[in-house]
C-alpha cells in the first residue's frame, strides 16, 4: 500500500511539472550568411536576426556594466571556418539602467548581430549556439535563453 501511494505521489509529481514547464522564449532566430559559395580562403559574415516579442528587450554583445547577460555566439570548431574578431551588435539603443548603475546596450523589435568567419575549407559548415538575455518591458522580469545554429555553405 505505501509503494502505490509513493508511485501516485511520484507520476503526480511529474505530471505537475511537465504540465508548467513551459519554455518561454521571446526571441526568434534567423540567420544567413553573407555569400552563399564562399571560396576558400574568404572572409565572410554571418548575419544572426533576432525577432523580439513585443513588450521584451535584449542585451547587446557589448555592454558597458558588469552584471546583465549579454548576447554570445559560441562557435562549434569542426575545422571548415574560423571565426575572426568579435560578434558585433548593429546599431543597438543605449539606455541608462538604475539597477545596474550605468548605461546598457539592448534591442527592442529586431536585433541584428554579425560575425566575421573566413572560410578555411570548400562546403563549410557554421553550427555552434547563441546565448542571450531577455528582458520584459513590464515588470523588468529576465529570461536566459540558448538557441542552436547551424548553416551550411
Known amino acids: 500500500m505505501k509503494s502505490t501511494k509513493y508511485f501516485l505521489f511520484i507520476a503526480l509529481l511529474f505530471i505537475g511539472f511537465s504540465s508548467s514547464a ?4 521571446p526571441a526568434k532566430w ?4 553573407s555569400k552563399a559559395n564562399p571560396a576558400v580562403g574568404e572572409t565572410i559574415n554571418i548575419i544572426f536576426t533576432a525577432t523580439i516579442d513585443k513588450e521584451w528587450y535584449m542585451y547587446s554583445s557589448r555592454l558597458n556594466v558588469e552584471g546583465p547577460m549579454p548576447t ?6 569542426n575545422g571548415s571556418f ?23 546596450n539592448y534591442f527592442t523589435g529586431t536585433a541584428i548581430f554579425v560575425q566575421k568567419v573566413k572560410v578555411l575549407k570548400s562546403n563549410p559548415t557554421v553550427e555552434g549556439q547563441l546565448s542571450y538575455q531577455t528582458c520584459t518591458i513590464k ?7 540558448k538557441d542552436k545554429f547551424k548553416l551550411s555553405l
Open 30 to 33: 534567423s540567420f544567413k550568411a
Open 22 to 25: 513551459q519554455v518561454l522564449k
Open 139 to 145: 515588470d523588468g522580469s529576465c529570461i536566459p535563453n
Open 72 to 77: 554570445e555566439a559560441r562557435f562549434t570548431n
Open 82 to 104: 574560423e571565426t575572426v574578431g568579435d560578434l558585433i551588435p548593429i546599431k543597438p539603443k543605449e539606455k541608462y539602467d538604475e539597477i545596474w548603475e550605468g548605461k546598457v
